[in-house]
């Protein structure tokens, strides 16, 4: 349950004081349940409102963004995820010629960003020759890109970071905070894999987490992320239990994520005190970790780990990508449409052979590695486009 004072806190923190001269609207697309905080805030002023219209396939995202023309574009990293597989199955599909000039500007852009330079100014060249187009695809004017909601693959946001020509960072928050508690900075290459600095008016704290190994004292200090501040909820409305097992006795909010805190005040996402389980072996595994690793492979759409203590292995249900799964069933012979190849033992096989790869290359160990795979055609959850 929140009260008004939580909104009025994030307007007055991110529109302060602009005189209605000097605003302009601004149109943002989120892709995620409709219930979600996050896709609510009114940056602009009490008088904003929304028109909303259904967008449900995130297989067709692109197209509602080229059409809706963001300024802010704020999503979760399954979007995000779905811009970069669609990126670089574009650049893998072209010519020789067409590969060389993006890997070239890519790499120039990408140095003089680590350099220290806006990626506006990194490299104009790059943006011309290739990265500009990008833009075009997200509308043409996207000013800022922040992604929320789950951590966000270091892989994928520096190579995001570098194609997008806007600023892209990570923010973190709940519902439970009003949205967004912390932000990390834009053109910032420290940054990268960070959620940035606490907002105005909120407090962090790390609490210790034993049964994981993780304590304040360790140098990084890392621990379980406890937030106050006027940002937060008054409560779990008809629940009582469940707010105080949230809230401690001094008014922190307990969020079952472990954040790693920098030398710089930045907050990093480094796992979930809750979303993990223990092998038979009795080694803990973390969900989330895996999950973000096997969402960079090409053939992945969505996954779900899965695993128990009476088990020595995780397993997964995976939605695999349809243009990556159908291309493969051409070259190896298997007929059929999307759903009937999902149902073939060989792409079974062949989908955890290329998340193997990938996890490996991302250095899973042997237990983090899923050892079975059962592929479905139907991708799970929704989602709404919303002019802001």
């Not at 007055?12 to 609207?25: I, K, L, M, N, S």
């Amino acid at each position: 349950m929140a009260t008004a004072r939580p909104a009025f806190r994030l307007l007055a923190e991110v529109a302060p004081g602009r005189p209605a001269t000097e605003r302009r609207p601004e149109v943002g697309p989120t892709y995620r349940p409709a219930f979600h905080k996050h896709g609510f805030p009114k940056l602009e002023g009490i008088e904003t409102c929304y028109d909303l219209f259904e967008c449900g396939d995130v297989r067709k995202l692109m197209d509602d963004v080229t059409a809706l023309k963001p300024t802010l574009f704020a999503g979760v990293p399954r979007v995000f995820e779905r811009v970069y597989n669609g990126v670089r199955d574009k650049v893998a599909g072209g010519s020789m010629l067409s590969r060389m000039i993006f890997n070239w500007a890519f790499n120039r852009k990408a140095y003089y960003m680590k350099a220290g330079y806006k990626q506006s100014a990194a490299s104009p060249i790059s943006d011309l020759l290739v990265f500009n187009n990008i833009k075009q695809r997200l509308g043409g004017k996207v000013r800022v890109l922040v992604s929320g909601s789950a951590p966000l693959s270091q892989q994928i946001e520096s190579y995001m970071r570098v194609v997008v020509g806007a600023p892209f960072v990570q923010g973190y928050g709940l519902t439970e905070t009003c949205a967004a508690s912390f932000i990390a900075t834009p053109d910032n290459p420290d940054h990268v894999g960070s959620v940035g600095s606490p907002m105005a008016a909120t407090e962090v704290r790390l609490e210790a987490v034993p049964e994981l190994g993780y304590s304040p004292a360790s140098t990084p200090p890392r621990g379980e992320v406890c937030v106050r501040g006027p940002s937060l909820f008054t409560g779990y409305y008809g629940n009582e239990a469940l707010t105080k097992e949230a809230m401690d006795e001094d008014g922190f909010f307990h969020t079952g994520d472990v954040g790693e805190l920098a030398a710089d005040g930045t907050l990093r996402i480094v796992d979930r005190k809750k979303n993990i389980f223990k092998l038979s072996q009795g080694e803990y595994i973390a969900v989330e970790k895996i999950e973000n690793v096997y969402k960079t492979c090409p053939r992945v759409e969505q996954v779900w780990v899965y695993g128990d203590s009476q088990q020595p292995c995780v397993v997964g249900i995976v939605v695999p990508a349809e243009k990556a799964l159908m291309a493969w069933a051409a070259e190896a012979g298997v007929a059929g449409d999307y759903e009937a190849v999902c149902a073939s033992p060989a792409a079974c096989a062949a989908v955890l052979a290329a998340m193997t790869a990938t996890g490996k290359a991302e250095k899973l160990n042997s237990l983090e590695q899923i050892k079975a795979v059962t592929l479905v055609p139907e991708q799970v959850g929704g989602g709404a486009m919303r002019v802001l």
